[in-house]
Every structure is written in C-alpha cells, then in structure tokens.
C-alpha cells in the first residue's frame, strides 16, 4: 500500500479559482512529518511547509492554506485565487523514524494547471 | 541563505559510459539523500547517509550504482555503465534533524539524458 496518496494526478483551474489538492498518508508512528513540496517546470524541488504530527493547527500563509487532519490521515494544500505561476507539480511526503533515522517517501505528484 | 549545491546540473552521455554526480550539503546536516526522479512520477529514495554512513540503500541498483560520503560532507553518485533507463533527474537533499525539529532541503538536480 501507497504510503502517501495524491489521488489527483492532474487538475486544471481557470485563474483567481480556488484549488485544494489532496493527500492521504499511512504511518504506525505517533511522531512523524508531513511536507509539501512545488516542484515548477525547472525541475527544483521548492519548500512550502512541514508539519509535525503533533501540531494539527491549520496554517496560512498567504494565498496557500494547509489542512492537517489526524482522524483521517490527510494533509490536504489550497491555493486561494490560484494564479499562473502556480503551475507546477506538488509533493506531499511523509517522514517516519526508521532504525533512528529519518526516512522520506513521496507521493506521486499532483499536476497542477493554471489557466489564464 | 544556505543552499544544497550540486553538479553538473545537466549531463548527456553515451550508453555504457560512466558519470558521476555530486553534492555538496547544507554546512551542519548531517543526513545526506539522493533520490531518482524519473519524468511524471516523484523522486525515489536511492541512498541515505547519516554522516558517512550509509543507513539505507535499498533501493540502489548496486550492480551499476555506487555512492559514498567520505568525510561525511559532500557525496558523489556514480553510475556505470549508463544505461537508456537510467534517463532522470537526479536529487540530493539534506536534512537536520535535532530532536525537536526536522528540516530537509533539496538542491537544484542533475538532468541526465542517457543516448
């Protein structure tokens, strides 16, 4: 089984939409991190956010959002008034404690087209 | 602002040659990853080093891959002989992790183009 699922592989918005792109992880952990990363057509991976397992607090920044839901294993990310230079791929990931080290899985990526 | 740096960023080389990547982490991370990231899917952990030591590397292909971190700072990744699946980008991250807080940061790539 995936440990982090982005169901969404693709989705296209028309600009100034809102746009959530989801993500469902699988952890045994009590202590672990979830991230999201934006990955634009230059092919850099760029941070957006980390959250522990322990602070379920939603988090704003800007025009991205973050959902952090423990009872459903979602980390889910909107973007509010999505604009073209949102285009890109996002990663949700996960990291675990595995033998004393952390250890990071990715999903698959959700592609994500801004229309003008 | 502290960066992971890596080189080349692009390579183009012949089947059955060898190439070598390098990384040069974040001053004071300790943990070092390079991951796979084939076209339209997400990077794939390849090796992980905690300080020289490699603490996962499951998912290398040892008969052709090889990796090292000697003094436990900068690494090199090297393929031989390249093969035409070998085509990707390849990814090298750092990562702190001081028991309260965990951080991980990637650098720009290498785009190897394997003709």
């Known amino acids: 089984a995936q440990k982090v699922t982005q169901a969404q592989t693709e989705i296209s918005v028309v600009e100034k939409e809102d746009v959530t792109l989801d993500c469902v992880y699988e952890t045994r952990d009590t202590t672990y991190y979830l991230f999201w990363y934006k990955q634009p057509p230059s092919g850099e991976l760029v941070f957006l956010i980390r959250?522990?397992?322990?602070?379920?607090q939603n988090e704003i920044s800007g025009r991205y959002s973050w959902n952090f839901q423990k009872s459903t294993s979602s980390f889910n990310f909107t973007i509010t008034a999505s604009q073209v230079v949102d285009s890109a791929v996002y990663f949700c990931?996960?990291?675990?404690?595995?033998?004393?080290?952390?250890?990071?899985?990715f999903g698959i990526g959700t592609k994500l087209q801004v229309i003008p | 602002e502290a960066e992971v740096a890596q080189s080349p960023r692009y390579k183009i080389t012949e089947k059955s040659q060898a190439v070598a990547f390098w990384c040069d982490p974040i001053s004071g991370h300790a943990t070092l990853y390079w991951y796979r990231q084939i076209l339209g899917q997400g990077p794939e952990l390849l090796v992980q080093f905690q300080d020289e030591s490699v603490v996962d590397d499951s998912q290398l292909p040892k008969d052709r891959f090889s990796a090292e971190r000697l003094k436990g700072v900068d690494s090199t990744l090297k393929i031989q002989p390249a093969e035409l699946g070998d085509s990707a980008m390849y990814l090298c991250?750092?990562?702190?992790?001081?028991?309260?807080?965990?951080?991980?940061?990637f650098g720009p790539g290498t785009r190897l183009t394997v003709t």
């Open positions: 959250r522990n397992s322990f602070d379920e």
């Open positions: 990931a996960l990291s675990e404690d595995s033998g004393g080290y952390q250890k990071v899985t």
């Open positions: 991250a750092s990562s702190l992790w001081t028991g309260s807080s965990y951080e991980q940061y």
